[in-house]
């Protein structure tokens, strides 16, 4: 038995061993799970932190929804207005009308007060759950544009409008909503929402809205017209004016809601749903001085603020509009479309009408449209747009168009920045590509100054085909146009302003993109600035020296001469770059030209029965410029330091020689002047009888000097066909010249072939000998000559010079003369043929 007890001791000390074990590692467990169930817990504290405090991280304060929906003097918001640069012209009102909108309370005890009707409609419709939620529902927390709750609706439109879409901002709008109904009140948000509302035409609060369709004050509407403003403050869109019968019927599901959730009773709905209310009139639209204009200035600020916002009001924007200017150009614009579409002249007072040129004789359109843009590309500010107008009527649409020959200027200035000048010579002649010029004619040579003055299509395909396509669209993408899409005239003023403003881009970033602008200030009516472009933004697109050569030519006023004729619609007595386009088929034609201080852009099109000549719009384009600029200084632009000025040989664009007969003065960058002297215009001697080329044996007196334009082989008939002189390519017949016995060469024969050592022999003697020579020279007809020997003794039928032919090769003519004491020199000469 004593023997057991030390074996059962020592299993019980193993069993509770194991048990002591066991114990000690379901506590670390446990402790190991505590600490990580903690840390975890801490992470989602301090991340749920960081969270919270990103969204709430810059939260618009609520402090000032009261200032902007509960003003003291009982005036909500006034409308947002648009005024010229002046501020003394007002564009656009958005509202009905010119009255100040009125502030009308929630609370019965104002005898002046909200009625219960529109309250309940309101909410039924609007937010049903009104008076139980927290000022937000997590309802459509997804969807960042659906806004479930009017508190959310008042967050959403007055403090977080400038806010992109995302779930951050739906998740901001909820914790304001909540701060909002905290702080406030229900009745307060409802009073609110009734009296900032938008209620369709403008027209915001719902006693403006009441005044508007019903003609009436808010506190005087029925049932059923409360019912129909509820309906439309939740659709603004589907208002009376725009959609009568859909608000009709919108008012009576409204009322049939309200019924459902025991808002009214049996009676009071058929009552309601008994009403026919009478809508108001519509308003005559308020007049509108610069429509075009409107729509281009609301398109800007939509990029930095939405409609909605700038509709609600609170704001005064200064614009960048001239308004006399604008007032002219629209008066000018509707008389030039008139007379180009064959309609009497417009009934209106026209003082700039004194500015426009007469049309081209015999141009006439079918139902023409024309619209045009001016700005200053010193700050790339809009001075002025017109509309598209049509038979003299302005309309508020500027829409973009093909550009055609329009854009050209970038392919010669792709060419200018890869060495070529102005000077550089061109052929234009059939061949040489598919494409025809737009008069059907073929030019021959040209300078690039002319070739683009006259906006010849042939050269420059050739042109766009060395330089590639790629490279010149490149070059145009970085003015902000496309040769591939279609031009808009606010984007054809931002390009050429760079050429007016020696190569720098004016204007204001829209969308990501540097424009002209139309927009000086906004500004809040707390004083608050929201947007300040008076000071433009500049970007170098081009050095000065490349912008002035196209400056220098597209404002070449001879340049244009020969498809334009003298005068012509493009000198303004100014300078002036013009740059003339049209599409293929004429019914798209452009007229663009600047000076250093304004930039017009003008768009004249037609129908496919009719097309126009770029000199159609050229007329509107000179009376606007003229209008644009009667007061400005009449400013060119100076020479920059890396541009030099040589004379040159035109066409060829090289080195004058003396035989060049016409010298024009060219500009060069620097390093790219010529160095060549001119080749293309050649002096020949001819038989003045024959025509031919002179020889060696041509009587003197019969020779005569001429200088002809050298023309390649492929250039040949059309030079033919122009009736361009060409120089003979025949020598005059060979007739040997009568042999005086005191001056001939025996041998060698003449037309003989020779080499090495030429011995030459004959006689030079006979009376009143003095001296002799022997001259070779090359070709039939030698402008050149070397001497070979000399003599002061005579010489009879023996040898009088010998002739190294060493290094030499072809036809050569060998002469003798002979010097007489009378001075008078007898010669005899040969033709011989170096081997």
């Not at 023309?711 to 361009?724: D, I, K, N, T, Y």
């Not at 003989?752 to 070709?779: C, L, M, N, P, W």
Request: hydrophobic share 40%; aromatic share 8%; glycine share 6%.
């Amino acid at each position: 038995m004593s023997s057991t007890l030390p074996i059962l001791r020592a299993r019980r000390d193993r069993r509770l061993a194991r048990q002591r074990l066991s114990e000690a590692r379901k506590r670390d467990s446990l402790l190991s799970v505590g600490i990580v169930l903690s840390l975890l817990i801490a992470a989602c504290i301090t991340a749920t932190a960081f969270s919270y405090g990103s969204l709430t991280n810059d939260l618009p304060s609520i402090e000032v929804l009261p200032q902007l929906l509960n003003p003291p003097d009982g005036l909500l918001l006034q409308p947002t207005r648009i005024y010229d640069r002046t501020r003394k012209n007002i564009l656009f009102t958005f509202a009905p009308d010119d009255a100040p909108r009125r502030y009308i309370p929630l609370s019965d005890a104002n005898p002046q007060h909200l009625p219960k009707s529109l309250t309940e409609a309101v909410i039924a419709l609007s937010d049903p759950g009104f008076w139980r939620h927290s000022g937000y529902s997590v309802v459509g927390i997804t969807d960042p544009e659906l806004h479930p709750t009017l508190a959310q609706r008042l967050v959403f439109e007055l403090l977080l409008f400038d806010e992109p879409p995302s779930f951050r901002r739906a998740l901001r709008e909820r914790i304001l909503a909540a701060q909002v109904t905290a702080r406030y009140g229900r009745t307060q948000i409802l009073e609110w929402h009734l009296n900032s509302a938008h209620f369709g035409r403008y027209a915001f609060g719902a006693e403006n809205a009441a005044q508007l369709y019903f003609g009436k004050s808010v506190t005087q509407l029925s049932t059923f017209e409360a019912a129909v403003l509820a309906g439309v403050s939740d659709s603004p869109s589907l208002n009376p004016y725009d959609a009568p019968q859909t608000a009709l019927e919108r008012g009576r599901e409204t009322v049939r809601l309200m019924k459902a959730q025991k808002l009214l009773s049996e009676e009071a709905t058929a009552n309601a749903l008994g009403e026919s209310p009478l809508f108001q009139t519509p308003p005559p639209p308020q007049p509108q001085p610069a429509a075009a204009f409107i729509n281009l200035l609301l398109t800007q600020l939509d990029s930095r603020f939405p409609r909605a916002r700038i509709e609600r009001g609170g704001l005064t924007i200064i614009s960048t509009l001239d308004f006399e200017l604008q007032k002219g150009s629209s008066c000018v614009t509707a008389f030039y479309a008139a007379r180009l579409g064959g309609l009497p002249d417009p009934s209106l007072a026209c003082e700039a009408l004194r500015f426009l040129p007469a049309l081209p004789p015999g141009i006439q359109a079918d139902n023409p449209s024309a619209s045009a843009l001016i700005t200053d590309p010193r700050t790339g500010q809009i001075l002025a747009a017109v509309g598209e107008t049509f038979q003299a009527q302005e309309t508020p649409l500027l829409a973009a168009h093909r550009p055609g020959s329009t854009l050209d200027a970038f392919v010669y200035l792709t060419a200018f920045t890869r060495g070529l000048s102005p000077a550089s010579l061109i052929w234009d002649i059939p061949g040489r590509t598919n494409v025809e010029n737009l008069d059907g004619k073929y030019h021959g040579p040209l300078r690039l100054r002319v070739a683009l003055a006259n906006d010849y299509q042939a050269p420059t395909a050739q042109l766009l085909a060395q330089m590639g396509v790629e490279n010149v669209n490149g070059i145009a993408a970085s003015f902000g146009v496309s040769r591939q899409e279609q031009l808009s005239l606010l984007d054809a003023a931002g390009a050429y302003g760079v050429f007016a403003q020696a190569g720098v881009y004016f204007g204001q970033d829209v969308n990501e993109a540097l424009q002209p602008v139309t927009i000086l200030r906004v500004e809040g009516n707390d004083g608050s600035l929201w947007i300040d472009w008076a000071t433009p933004q500049a970007k170098p697109v081009l050095t000065p020296g490349l912008a002035y050569l196209l400056n220098h030519v597209l404002s070449d006023e001879a340049g244009r001469w020969q498809s334009l004729g003298q005068p012509n619609v493009t000198e303004i007595g100014r300078p002036a770059g013009v740059k003339l386009g049209q599409t293929e088929d004429g019914l798209d034609t452009w007229a663009i030209g600047y000076s250093p201080l304004r930039v017009v852009v003008v768009w004249t099109g037609t129908r496919e029965e009719s097309s126009l000549s770029p000199r159609v719009p050229a007329v509107l384009w000179n009376a606007l410029m003229q209008l644009a600029s009667q007061d400005l200084p009449r400013d060119g632009w100076a020479i920059p330091a890396d541009v030099s000025v040589i004379n040159v040989c035109d066409p060829s664009g090289m080195l004058p020689t003396s035989d060049c007969p016409n010298l024009v003065s060219e500009i060069f960058l620097n390093g790219n002047e010529p160095i060549q002297p001119d080749n293309m215009y050649r002096k020949y001697a001819v038989n003045r009888e024959t025509g031919l080329l002179a020889t060696v044996f041509t009587l003197p007196q019969l020779v005569e000097e001429r200088v002809y334009l050298v023309v390649p082989p492929e250039a040949r008939s059309w030079a033919e066909s122009a009736g361009l002189e060409i120089p003979p390519s025949t020598y005059d017949v060979i007739q040997p010249p009568q042999v005086n016995p005191d001056v001939t060469i025996t041998a060698p024969e003449l037309f003989t072939e020779v080499h090495g050592v030429v011995k030459i022999s004959g006689t030079a003697a006979g009376d009143g000998f003095v001296s002799y020579r022997v001259v070779a020279g090359q070709g039939l007809n030698p402008q050149k000559w070397i001497q070979v020997a000399e003599g002061n003794e005579p010489v009879t039928n023996d040898v009088v010079a010998r002739w190294d032919t060493t290094g030499l090769s072809g036809l050569y003519a060998v002469q003798l003369q002979v010097v007489r004491e009378d001075q008078r020199v007898d010669t005899a000469i040969i033709q011989v043929t170096v081997k």
